[in-house]
């Protein structure tokens, strides 16, 4: 039987318009959705946007819009950058379509019957301008950090989940493996969090207008976050398809920036075990990313939009230009200035030319045709594991590792003298025979990374004659 890999992004708000971190983390879910499903197995890939909350009904009035026609804007915006990436989704979820939400109602009145959901007073710091409730350790000296008011303390009928209730068996399953947390450094910030005193948290808003509705008390909207999770299984079709929901759940990988990691290593698994649900299999939080060494935000002005990078890049490059640079599990600088020295040095220059050289002397020497059948002499290291255990960069370097070794061969057998002499043609054969061969044996490692350049690799050597053709990289 088939393996199936349900792998998902976070759904991102629509607050905003898509910028790179949104692609960074789609990229990665997008190599390991294209890597199994090369592999073999049956995949589903599930990204998208989350909609509800006051803040979003507050940017679509500064917008001067409806908020519905706000968030298909915005909601549109993503799955166009997404296209433009080559994003390989399955499917594309958002929390106001209505299949998310008959899934949601069905969720919430599970964990209502199962007593995991009870009502009391929230007490909290109320900004009237924000329309939000903050706590002392987000206010700028006691004031509101948006509008430098006092924040009332105001009390608001809730619902709350028990989570306390949940918490032992979510931290034995930690700490088992049972749901796996990852890189090993978040697991241990995770478990970090047990000890300083979770409580119990309201699932609902009385004051939000934008949102879903409460099935269990009218005067209630479900919590955003609290509705927004469910998407990982409302997009499989929870409640209202059994047989797809089995075969998905669980998710074997949660994709994530470090900074959710609470709701999802926590109050999430929490929420499934309530209605009876396993735990997804695996969470992992990558690091967060600096922009030449400073902090991305809209304020420094220094968002790259990652439509424009791939106007400069192409699809490909960005694609590597962004999982090269440092390792995925960790914080790292993204440093705009490496961006065209990389692109000109490792696609242009090591993969772009290996090709090139690699058709033309084809073309040129042996009419088009590959001489023989030989296999590549250059050893590939085996990569899936790398990419199994996200190590993206890593298996990007072995396999520029393996192309510089290809183009030394050339350099060192200097296959144009050859060209002259004739006694050497058959050494010349076999030499374009193994490079045919290595080039072969690279696209199935290229293509999780590179899908448009494998597939052009693919096509020009399968050509009934092979020709240099179009360098898949100009020179910046
Ligand atoms: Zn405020």
Redesign the pocket.
């Known amino acids: 039987m088939r393996k199936k890999f349900y792998i998902t992004t976070p759904i991102y708000y629509v607050n905003d318009k898509p910028h790179i971190g949104h692609a960074y983390t789609t990229i990665a879910a997008d190599v390991l959705a294209r890597y199994y499903r090369q592999k073999g197995d049956e995949v589903f890939f599930l990204t998208g946007t989350d909609e509800h909350g006051d803040k979003v009904a507050k940017s679509a009035e500064e917008n001067n819009m409806g908020v519905e026609k706000f968030v298909d804007q915005n909601a549109t915006e993503f799955q166009k950058t997404f296209a433009n990436l080559k994003i390989s989704n399955d499917i594309f979820m958002r929390t106001t379509l209505r299949e998310h939400n008959e899934s949601v109602q069905i969720f919430m009145k599970k964990l209502h019957a199962a007593g995991a959901i009870y009502q009391s007073d929230y007490e909290g710091l109320y ?1 009237r ?2 329309e939000d409730f903050y706590t002392e350790k987000d206010l700028a000296e006691g004031l ?1 950090p ?2 430098k008011v006092k924040p009332e303390l105001v009390k608001e009928k809730n619902w709350f989940f028990k989570l306390e209730e949940y918490l032992p068996r979510v931290e034995q399953m930690i700490e088992s493996g049972e749901m796996i947390i990852e890189p090993a450094s978040r697991k241990n910030e995770v478990l970090g969090l047990f000890k300083q005193g979770l409580k119990d948290f309201s699932v609902t808003r009385e004051r939000v207008k934008w949102g879903l509705d409460f099935p269990i008390d009218s005067s209630q909207k479900i919590y955003v976050w609290v509705e927004a999770l469910q998407n990982y299984i409302s997009a499989i079709g929870y409640g209202r398809d059994d047989k797809q929901f089995n075969k998905w759940w669980p998710a074997n990988v949660h994709l994530m920036a470090k900074d959710i990691i609470k709701f999802h290593a926590i109050y999430w698994p929490a929420m499934l075990i309530a209605v009876g649900l396993k735990p997804p299999q695996k969470i992992f939080a990558h690091g967060f990313f600096s922009l030449n060494g400073q902090k991305m935000s809209k304020t420094l002005g220094n968002v790259i939009d990652p439509n424009a990078m791939v106007e400069q890049y192409g699809v490909d490059g960005t694609r590597y230009l962004l999982l090269s640079q440092f390792p995925f599990g960790q914080d790292g600088d993204i440093k705009e200035s490496l961006f065209k020295e990389k692109y000109n040095a490792d696609l242009a220059n090591n993969l772009g030319n290996l090709v090139s050289r690699v058709f033309n002397m084809i073309e040129q020497y042996c009419d088009g045709r590959i001489p023989k059948q030989l296999p590549s002499p250059i050893y590939l290291e085996m990569i899936g594991e790398k990419i199994e255990q996200l190590e993206f960069d890593e298996a990007l370097k072995n396999i520029w590792q393996a192309i510089a070794k290809a183009n030394q061969l050339i350099d060192s057998n200097e296959p144009w003298k050859m060209a002259k002499d004739a006694n050497k043609k058959e050494e010349l054969n076999e030499l374009l025979s193994q490079l045919a061969s290595f080039l072969s044996d690279l696209v199935p490692l290229l293509n999780p990374f590179m899908p448009d350049v494998a597939a052009s690799i693919v096509g020009g050597l399968n050509a009934d004659k092979i020709i240099k053709g179009e360098p898949l990289f100009k020179r910046l």
């Open positions: 900004c301008g924000c509101c948006v509008h």
